[in-house]
Structures are given as structure tokens and as C-alpha cells.
């Protein structure tokens, strides 16, 4: 299984970003799937995740502003982030939301400046 992050970049502070995962070597509709994020001298936190029956979950700190979907023909879990915060600044991942994670990829960073 391999898991490939893109679309992270340097935006200000009430800006947008959308983050894309190509996951290769599964069939996608069968994993519950999540964005997670580390952010400096933190540890990694689960922010959005999306089932396998298409329902949603999110973070307090991200809810009304980051939006989850999926697309299992194409293999992808997308983040749409909008309204960003200085807080937000940290690599974001995509894996299985699951207690049983994939090998983690290399992530894509995402910083957010004033």
C-alpha cells in the first residue's frame, strides 16, 4: 500500500488549501480512511475522517472550516481547508482510521502565515 500526499503549500492566514492522497494497492472502499496532521513537538492528531458508508468526522479544532470526501473509482481522500489558522501549520498525512495503520507516507506540509 502506498500513500501520496500533495497539495500542501505556504498560504496566509484566512486562506484555503486542498489536499489530495492517491492510495495505490488497496481497493479504497473497503478502509475507513483520515487525514491526520503533526505539527511541531506535537504528536499526530486525527483531524477528518471518512467511512466506508460515506459518513464524516472531524476534529473540534478544524469543524465548519476543513471538509473530507472521497473518491473510490480514483483511489483519492481529499481536504478541503478553508478559513485556515496560524494552527494549522503542521505536515499532513493520510492513513486508515484504524488502530492498524497502512506504512505512513511522506505527508505533505501545510504552513499558514499572519
Known amino acids: 500500500v502506498q500513500l501520496q500526499a500533495s497539495g500542501g503549500g505556504l498560504v496566509q492566514a484566512g486562506g484555503s488549501l486542498r489536499l489530495s492522497c492517491v492510495v495505490s494497492?488497496?481497493?479504497?472502499?473497503?478502509?475507513?480512511m483520515g487525514w491526520y496532521r503533526q505539527a511541531p513537538g506535537k504528536q499526530r492528531e486525527l483531524v477528518a475522517a471518512?467511512?466506508?458508508?460515506?459518513?464524516?468526522n472531524y476534529a473540534d479544532s478544524v469543524k465548519g472550516r476543513f471538509t473530507i470526501s472521497r473518491d473510490n473509482g480514483k483511489k483519492t481522500v481529499n481536504l478541503q481547508m478553508d478559513t485556515l489558522k496560524l494552527e494549522d501549520t503542521a505536515v499532513y498525512y493520510c492513513?486508515?482510521?484504524?488502530?492498524?495503520?497502512?506504512?505512513w507516507g511522506q505527508g505533505t506540509q501545510v504552513t499558514v502565515s499572519s
Open positions: 492513513n486508515r482510521n484504524s488502530v492498524v495503520k497502512f506504512l
Open positions: 494497492g488497496i481497493s479504497l472502499r473497503n478502509y475507513d
Open positions: 471518512t467511512s466506508r458508508d460515506g459518513s464524516t
